[in-house]
């Protein structure tokens, strides 16, 4: 029977940058039950990650207490990383310990080896606050701009084609926008599996009558609401989204006025897609010439359309160059600006677009000002009271540059904040090799990680719904979380951690009002002072979040509603123009040949959320998905003499892992799926590290393996 809760608490999903409303049934401090609200982004609806994954936080591999890695125990790459076994490695510390232990030598590390001997990763997952915090003390204390997070690993492609050619790393429109669209194009995404309640809107804008384009190698099940699926050779995308232009081009299809009023560059776009007929394309792309021709028909002629788009479009060599063909599709036939249109890459985690609003990227201060300008650092001294000549002038490395760089032994001690590397990067293997060679790693967070297990101190934090704070989705909309359990043990907040670690390095954040146990007051005032260097928030104070639930940026008073769409009549660039600029393909970094004659691609599952360190922790949903498993076309299983639920094993330059075998007619042959949350079969130490060159975010979505049964 239902357990009867004595409170409810009104907060987010902690899961995906929908950002679904909800509200949690908590009994005996427990949650016991989640219900969806009438939040702007989901109207009540809930998947089953928000309605079902709530129970983790009283998991009994929570950590409760400050652990210290054993003298006597392996700090081995190649060790298990199972918290059962990892446990083993470490003492229990008090926190005076802990911190001394952690800040001391980080101290010492920077005073020896220079400011860049230091990085931090935060974390998607953490609030808007945590972020903020986070990068500051990194920039203010370590010294350097070397903070970075998972944005590196999913958007950093999308933010810079869209900071470079529009002036705004966000969405232009929010999902629900879909219900004004004649067209919805959803490329290199899928969302029924990874924004599940997005796709509810886009399944009925289609029942409603909107034209549903679908480009991606794969068919997933929104394809079944598509009026047309471009199933098209994994990595051809520029090729493909070329071919469109040119018919847009070739046939008079764009929109002149809105190229002559609104943007720069046309001439140059169009001179470089002349050479893209969808005749010449198709043996690359294997899309057939009059598909193509009618789709761009489609886009550049509905009164209004909309591309929603994933980390199919930004997981490659050429992440960069997909999102500029995205941009320039909706600048050349000015879909816009208006309701119904625009551009919107879907986020991942739950606060991924806040968290990089907030500073956490190793080039940009919040807001995006750039750490390279001076007048940008003069503000940011000031408002931090300290001198500008202490703020790094130069950009600082992102994820994948960093383990790099411990590599050369440049970087010698990282704090890492409830981010899990050694399952997200690529090349995982070298990742784990990397934080294991480190002088100092300090690890924050819920669980014994595969990334905790690998670290000199561990600090016991707080999870989702253990903490105040504010998130923002997909949308560009800000929305308040709140605490509503106890911390357990001695586990702390995040915040009065970052705080505590802060005083090694001579800042004196009590002003804040941190305290171990409570965040509320110090979330409020660290947000108060996010708002000063953030115009894109000024509207939005803490009172205003509490009482109306969420605020959509930009927004420049507290009695302005909020702007779900921008770009109405200017883009955020220095000429308040749009800017085309032009790509060309490149191929992906690692072909399949002889030896590795299969595709991975590597992606999420509905039930577990990124490297499943919550999810798999969840009762319901570890019941659902309990084991790891490769998606295959029938066919493909046929070859290599598997049945589903059989056994197999991948194999790439870089390393392989066992996983069992599941038919998915929706694959294409040549190719196999496996999602990144099993640490058992960890396919990140699969994937090739290639980096785009222009966002540095690597080739997550193509790399060659092979397969073998059992
Ligand atoms: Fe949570 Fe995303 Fe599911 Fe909404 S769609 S309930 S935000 S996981």
Known sequence: AAEVPDKRV???????????????????????????????????????????????????????????????????????????????????????EAMARAGGTLRRLRDARGPRALAGFGSAKGSNEEAYLFQKLVRAGFGSNNVDHCTRLCHASSVAALLEGI????????????????????????????????????????????????????????????????????????????????????????????????????????????????????????????????VARLYAISPAAMILWGMGVSQHVHGTDNARCLISLALMTGQIGRPGTGLHPLRGQNN???ASDAGLIPMMFPDYHRVDDAAARAQVAQAWGMPVE????????????????????????????????????????????????????VVQDIFLTETAALADVVLPASAFAEKDGTFTNTDRLVQRGRRALSLPGQARQDLWCIVELARWFD?????????????????????????????????????????EGGVTYPVAREDEPGHPIVFVDRFPTADGRGRFVPADVLPPDEQPDDAYPLVLITGRQLEHWHTGSMTRRAAVLDALEPEPVALLHPAELARHGLLPG?????????????????????????????????????????????????????????????????
């Open 646 to 710: 059989g056994l197999l094993t991948l194999q790439s330059r870089r390393g392989e892992v066992s996983l069992y075998a599941r038919a998915d007619e929706g694959m294409p042959t040549g190719t196999v799926f496996v999602a990144f949350c099993w640490y058992e079969a960890a396919v990140n130490r699969l994937t090739n590290p290639a980096l785009d060159p222009v966002a540095r975010i690597p080739e997550l979505k193509y790399c060659a393996v092979r397969l073998r049964a059992g």
């Open 10 to 96: 009104d907060s987010v999903c902690p899961f995906c940058g929908v950002g679904c409303a909800l509200t949690w049934q908590v009994r005996d401090d427990r949650i016991v039950a989640v219900e969806g609200r009438d939040g702007p982004a989901n109207r009540g609806r809930l998947c089953v990650k928000g309605r079902y994954g709530f129970d983790y936080p009283r998991h009994p591999q929570r950590l409760t207490v400050p652990l210290i890695r054993r003298d006597d125990a392996p700090k081995d790459a190649d060790a298990s990383t199972d918290p059962a076994v990892a446990r083993q490695w470490f003492r229990e510390a008090t926190w005076e």
């Open 507 to 547: 800042l004196d954040w009590s002003s804040y009002g941190a305290t171990p146990l409570d965040c509320e007051a110090a979330a409020a005032a660290v947000f108060d002072e996010m708002r000063t260097l953030m115009p894109s928030i000024v509207g939005a104070s803490w009172a205003r979040l509490d009482r």
């Open 352 to 354: 991924v677009q806040g």
């Open 167 to 294: 002036g705004s790393g966000a969405v232009s429109n929010p999902v629900t926008d879909v219900a004004q669209a004649d067209v919805i194009v959803v490329i290199g995404a899928n969302p029924v599996v990874n924004h599940p309640v997005a796709a509810t809107w886009i399944k009925n804008a289609a029942r409603r009558g909107a034209k549903l384009v679908i480009i991606d190698p794969r068919r997933s099940e929104l394809a079944r609401h598509a009026t047309h699926h471009l199933a098209f050779r994994p990595g051809s995308d520029v090729a493909l989204l070329n071919a469109m232009m040119h018919v847009i081009v070739d046939e008079g299809l764009v929109n002149a006025p809105f190229i002559a009023d609104r943007t720069s560059g046309y001439e140059a776009l169009a001179a470089k897609v002349r050479a893209f007929s969808p005749e010449a394309m198709a043996p690359v792309t294997g899309i057939d010439a009059e598909t193509v021709r009618t």
């Open 390 to 441: 202490r703020l790094d002038a130069q950009p600082g490395l992102t994820v994948v540059e960093i383990l790099a760089a411990i590599d050369r032994e440049e970087i010698r001690g990282m704090f890492i904040m409830g981010e899990n590397p050694a399952m997200s990067d690529p090349d995982a293997q070298h990742a784990r090799h990397a934080l294991a060679r480190l002088e100092m790693l």
